[in-house]
């Protein structure tokens, strides 16, 4: 609770890792046994079936599984294959979930190709020359193609916010949410329909995905490049506590080419920034962003409870009783 009385608005953003995301995972998962529930989810590429797994209940239960799934098919049938398997299989779940009178606000990053010629490049077989040389540019922090190129566009469940009524929410809720109704309006609306390319194209890295993305007939690529971690748009919600996910033991940044920092304990748009990343690199577990070992993966997953856990523990007034599973 508040110093007022009143709970408090939770976001919460999850950072892009690829398979590294088990990590996260976890975390979602002890926050969903304690009822640690959002009310605005933020994703990301590989974060985006997490995210929305955690944002309609279905964290826990779906575990460490997917991941096993996931690591296994990108060594034997390719990324853009694996995440259209793990869409076509959680696809019914989240959007039967997720867009439902109640369920939290859920975003979700990609990148938007701007212009004709770019699209032609990303759509063609240049492609993955180009990915490769936008990864050899993170070591240089050289932007000027994405900059030139591509633009973050962050899908919202919520874009036409007055659609949406949240039957748990008090007054100052709806309040709040009326007030914030124009930090959604310029955003793209995600719905059923669009929900599969939208979280397809969020994955697109053009250096390993074979699958061009299209999202109403428009080119598009995974969000790492421009948003890699959607707290920026989290905390635009009117949130007042905003958790973000790493990855990575290293500083969350918002893209790929440390463009700007997630400081734990600073401020954004009025919210509390709150930091959960791992304590080691999971690569010392066997978990890199494009490999893992299934023991690797377990553990990495072990880690994020733990992680989690220990987070609700310093943190009781931000937990729900009611939202816990069996209470």
């Not at 990108?74 to 779940?93: D, F, H, N, R």
């Not at 591509?150 to 309040?175: C, K, R, W």
Request: with cysteine; glycine share 12%.
């Amino acid at each position: 609770m508040t110093p007022t009385g009143t709970r408090p608005r939770i976001g919460i953003a999850i950072a892009s890792g690829m398979l590294k995301g088990v990590f996260g995972h976890g975390v979602l998962s002890a926050f969903e046994e304690r009822g640690l529930r959002a009310q605005v989810y933020g994703t990301a590429s590989s974060a985006v079936l997490s995210g929305g797994l955690a944002a309609v209940g279905r964290a826990r239960a779906t575990g460490v599984a997917y991941w096993h799934q996931a690591a296994a098919g990108a060594a034997g049938k390719g990324m853009s294959q694996v995440v259209l398997s793990s869409i076509e299989e959680y696809g019914p779940t989240l959007r039967d979930g997720l867009f439902r009178a109640g369920a939290p606000e859920f975003l979700l990053a990609t990148s938007r190709v701007t212009n004709p010629a770019a699209a032609e490049i990303t759509q063609g077989p240049g492609a993955k020359e180009l990915g490769r040389q936008l990864l050899r540019n993170i070591f240089t922090g050289d932007r000027t193609w994405v900059e030139e190129n591509l633009a973050a566009e962050v899908f919202s469940s919520y874009a036409d916010a007055s659609s949406y009524t949240d039957a748990s929410s008090d007054a100052d809720d709806d309040a709040r949410a009326d007030a914030d109704a124009d930090a959604r309006g310029g955003r793209p609306r995600l719905t059923p329909e669009n929900f599969d390319a939208v979280s397809y194209a969020s994955t697109r890295m053009m250096h390993a995905w074979s699958v061009p993305a299209e999202v109403g007939g428009e080119a598009y690529v995974d969000a790492s490049y421009t948003c890699a971690c959607p707290a920026r748009e989290v905390a635009a919600t009117g949130v007042t506590e905003l958790i973000v996910i790493g990855a990575d033991p290293f500083p969350v940044f918002r893209d790929i080419y440390a463009s700007e920092e997630i400081v734990d304990g600073s401020t954004l748009d009025g919210a509390t920034v709150r930091v959960i990343r791992p304590e080691d690199d999971l690569k010392v577990l066997g978990v890199d962003y494009a490999a893992a070992s299934p023991e690797g993966l377990t553990g990495a997953y072990e880690l994020g409870l733990a992680a989690g856990h220990r987070f609700a523990d310093l943190r009781p007034g931000l937990l729900d009783p009611a939202g816990t599973p069996g209470a």
